[in-house]
C-alpha cells in the first residue's frame, strides 16, 4: 500500500494524523494474518489488536514502536532467524536475544546506557508501554550503529 503525500497538502494535520494511522492500521493487520501461524505473535491476544489503548493514546511512532515490539519485529537476532546463525545476545552473549531478554539483559542497559524495570512487555499502562517502546527505539538503535561498524 502507498501512502498518498499530495494529500497532506490537502487535508488538515489531524486528517493527516489519521491518514497514517489508518495505513499503519491496515499494514499491521496483513502483517498480523501473516504472522498468525508464526512464533512472533506470542504477545499478541486474538483480537487485541483493534481495541489497543495505545493506538488511540500514543503517537504514530510511538504505537509502531509499541506494535513492533508486540508483534517481535524489532531487529533482534531471535526475531530474525536466518539473519544470523549466533542466536545469542550481541550484549552479553549469555542467552539467546529475544525481546523477553533484551528487557532484563544488563549487559544491554548499561550499553545504552538506560535503566528500564522488568516491565511486563503484555502490560496494558500506556506509560509502561511508552517507555518499553523507547527502550527498544535505543536497541534498535545501537545495534545499527554496531552493524554499520562491522561492515
Ligand atoms: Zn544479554
Known sequence: MLIDLDK???VTKLQWKGYIKNILKEMLNVK??????KTKMR?????????????KKSNVTTSKQIMKTRLNMIN???????SSID?????????NETTEHVLRCEKYKKLINKDIQNYNIKT????????????????????????????
Open 8 to 10: 497532506a497538502s490537502e
Open 32 to 37: 498480523m494474518k501473516e504472522e498468525c501461524r
Open 43 to 55: 504477545f499478541i491476544e486474538d483480537d487485541e489488536y483493534e481495541q489497543k489503548e495505545y493506538v
Open 76 to 82: 533482534l537476532k531471535s526475531n530474525f532467524k536466518g
Open 87 to 95: 542466536q545469542r545476545c550481541t550484549a552479553c552473549k549469555k542467552e
Open 124 to 151: 496494558d499502562n500506556i506509560e509502561n508501554l511508552k517507555i518499553i517502546s523507547e527502550y527498544m527505539n535505543c536497541i534498535e538503535g545501537f545495534k545499527e550503529k554496531n552493524n554499520n561498524q562491522n561492515d
